[in-house]
């Protein structure tokens, strides 16, 4: 059955219909269920915002606390840097014994899988609390946090880094009899050298965005300040902190993706 443009486009338009309307339906599902009132969310956004732009625009006062304010991010950048660094390391010698191509056997394997499934998948908030409670407030604390899921996320992308960039490498080494540890450190790793160097480029930055939200949680770094000025009513100094984690995290952004459109 040949169709025209014209019956091709019916069938688009009306399929967005169907969909827009399934999308709304749900919403006034969830919205009964859930008790959410519609009117009254929506009639208070200007409120809100105004209100944000009233208290959080920094003032001159707020520049006093800006010393403070710079120590705290700098702080909170070398703790995600620091974080993720380590936990790189220790995610590409574990992607190495159990990885599909370099794995030791399917033991490690296994445990490989589990690990960083485990470790990913858990929210970086629980294992802030779950840390904080075992720890106390600490920077040590706040490390750990981003560590653990820097760690699960890491040994996902090398992984699959690993598996399928040194397919070709690892047979070609195998076949002039070469060990193990020759694959590894004179095929593997330099092949995908560039991708590693992409990969944690990539998770600093994300370690930057992430520890803000830690140091809320753990009591360290800029998210500490931040909450230590929003508790004691201080917003105008808390208007100062959003502002300069904002350009910290737009610079490391910039500088991340510049490197890595280098890199690849």
Sequence with gaps: MNLTKKDIFKQRFYSKIILLSTIVILYGISSVISGFQNGMAF?????????LLQKFIPTQNALQY???????????VLLAITSTMISAIFALFLVIIGSNS???NIFTKIITKVIAS???NMPIVAWSLILVFSFKQSQF???LALFLITFGHLTRAFSETIDDVTGDVIEALKSVGASYFQIIFCGVIPSISSQLLSWLLFFIETGVRESTLVGILTGTGIGFTFSLYYKSFRYDAAGLVILVVTVIVVGVEMLSNKLRSELM
Excluded: M, Q, V, Y
């Design 118 to 120: 485990f470790f990913r």
């Design 102 to 104: 370099t794995g030791i």
């Design 43 to 51: 009639s208070s956004i200007p409120a809100g915002i105004f209100w």
């Design 66 to 76: 800006f010393p403070e304010i710079l120590d705290s991010a700098l702080k909170t």
């Design 141 to 143: 604390t706040g490390f």
